[in-house]
Nanobody
Framework: QVQLVESGGGLVQAGGSLRLSCAVSGRTGSNYVMGWFRQAPGKEREFVSH????????NYADSVKGRFAISRDYAKNTVYLQMNNLKPEDTAVYYC????????????WGQGTQVTVSS
């Protein structure tokens, strides 16, 4: 079983920055992928970014490329999402999720953290 707990959300003005954290506990292993997703009001949940726990390969949605950066800290068992140059359209609940490398679906999810960007 894997537990994921997000933190770091809040209210920020457009152009500002926030860093989200996802504390990971439980059995994961090196072949694990950690992802960030978001869901805005009235919209479907969408992929934001992912990182492979071992090796650190990353991927980003086009809408956040060049502005967001995902990283992980082995010692703290934590994944981060650094969000810069935030835009009002980034407003959403952000979720951390995990899956095995060979799976396509994420099977572990955090409770979400609200990010609100004011114009």
């Amino acid at each position: 079983q894997v537990q994921l707990v997000e933190s770091g959300g809040g209210l920020v003005q457009a152009g500002g920055s926030l860093r989200l954290s996802c504390a990971v506990s439980g059995r994961t292993g090196s072949n694990y992928v950690m992802g960030w997703f978001r869901q805005a009001p009235g919209k479907e949940r969408e992929f934001v970014s992912h990182i492979v726990w071992s090796g650190g390969a990353t991927n980003y949605a086009d809408s956040v490329k060049g502005r967001f950066a995902i990283s992980r800290d082995y010692a703290k068992n934590t994944v981060y999402l650094q969000m810069n140059n935030l835009k009002p359209e980034d407003t959403a609940v952000y979720y951390c999720a995990g899956r095995m490398f060979f799976q396509s679906d994420y099977n572990y999810w955090g409770q979400g953290t609200q990010v609100t960007v004011s114009s």
